[in-house]
């Protein structure tokens, strides 16, 4: 069965600063998408930044970018120029590609804190 | 353009009694999904709807769970004799169904059993 682990429960960053989020996954498929999910107060997930397994190229995003080790199974999200906005819980998810239902297996979550 | 819309937003309700909770996804997707976040911990799959497919029910945690949905839109989740331990936020989320499109999430209901 597939997991998601996120070690870090809480995490804090100054403004302007870089902060990196961790995340490892298990799975014995060899095609599959990563995703990384911002949950503010509001509730609603959002999706930030997504990642396919058979592309070797990081993604990123504006300010934010991921470190995907496949051999590793480990792909971890950095914030840079963090902002008072950014303040929410992340979530580190997967996805087997090829799948009946695309179904997302999500971790426990990081909850970051931005420090003005 | 509407996202994921969930009502009620919030819901309080007494032991044992039955709750219904709507998801009216994005217009056009065709896949629908529901996610129960218990406190503290991550979201968890429960029911996937695909077009006029059978829907994909392995996440349902217990028989007093079920979901439907009516002409390929609008879901409903029914709990039937809730329980404390059913206390959790709902999320409902839909995308275009095609390969692995990213899915879209509601702002959830929030589900209180006293």
């Known amino acids: 069965a597939q997991t998601v682990t996120q070690s870090q429960p809480e995490m804090s960053v100054q403004e302007a600063e870089t902060v990196t989020l961790s995340c490892t996954y298990d799975t014995s498929e060899s095609d599959y998408y990563l995703f990384w999910y911002k949950q503010p107060p509001s509730r609603q997930m959002i999706l930030v930044i997504r990642q396919e397994a058979y592309k070797q190229q990081n993604a990123t995003e504006n300010r934010f970018s991921v470190n995907f080790q496949k051999a590793a199974k480990s792909f971890s999200l950095k914030i840079s120029d963090s902002q008072l906005g950014d303040a929410a819980m992340y979530f580190c998810a997967y996805s087997f590609y090829g799948g009946a239902t695309n179904k997302l297996i999500f971790g426990t979550g990081t909850l970051l804190a931005v420090q003005p | 353009g509407a996202g994921v819309s969930q009502s009620p937003s919030n819901k309080v309700t007494e032991k044992g009694k039955d709750v219904e909770l709507r998801c009216d996804p994005i217009s056009g997707h065709t896949a629908l999904y529901w996610y129960r976040q218990s406190l503290g911990q991550g979201l968890e799959f429960l029911i996937y709807?695909?077009?006029?497919?059978?829907?994909?029910k392995s996440g349902l945690p217990s028989d007093r769970f079920s979901a439907e949905r009516t002409g390929g839109s609008v879901s409903t989740l029914t709990i039937q004799r809730t329980q404390q331990e059913d206390s959790a936020v709902y999320l409902c989320a839909s995308s275009s169904g095609q390969g692995t499109q990213p899915q879209h999430f509601g702002d959830g209901t929030r589900l209180s059993i006293l």
């Open positions: 709807f695909q077009g006029n497919s059978a829907p994909d």
